[in-house]
């Protein structure tokens, strides 16, 4: 019993040694892509009414002129936000209860024209104007 107890810890310690981590993807792009205005796309590939806006400061802002929602640019809700590799980190302050919330995203495309992140469960996809 002793020596089927062995061979099996044995057995579940090799499936850890040996077990790969997906292999991280090169990154093509720079944190200079980012700079500028993006619109999101609908799911069928149209102009949505999201904007989001990403400055060399490491600020943003971002706002909704649908008629549903109607944050108008000079309204934007602004962010403040940092890129380490394809990881795309905002913290947006909430001044009248005085904290700060980080929403993590991982980029899986940006270019001169389109910007792609993901939460893990949805994905978001720009086109730069």
């Known amino acids: 019993m002793k020596h089927i107890t062995l061979t ?8 850890f040694m040996f077990s790969s981590c997906e292999e991280d993807l090169p990154i ?7 700079y500028g205005i993006w619109l999101q796309q609908t799911p069928s590939g149209t102009n949505g009414t999201y904007y989001e806006e990403y400055k060399s400061n ?6 909704d002129v649908s008629p549903d929602v ?3 640019k000079s309204d934007a ?6 890129l380490e590799t394809d990881d795309l980190t905002w913290y ?7 904290g ?3 929403v993590r995203y991982t980029i899986t495309t ?4 389109t910007l792609t992140y993901t939460d893990g469960l949805t994905a978001k996809t720009f086109k730069k104007q």
């Open 77 to 82: 809700k602004e962010f403040t936000w940092e």
């Open 110 to 113: 940006l270019n001169s024209t």
């Open 28 to 34: 093509d792009f720079t944190e200079q892509d980012l």
């Open 8 to 15: 099996f810890f044995l057995a579940i310690a090799m499936v």
């Open 100 to 102: 700060t919330n980080i």
């Open 58 to 63: 490491k600020t943003g802002s971002y706002w």
């Open 70 to 72: 109607d944050i108008p």
């Open 92 to 98: 947006l302050k909430y001044e009248e209860v005085g």
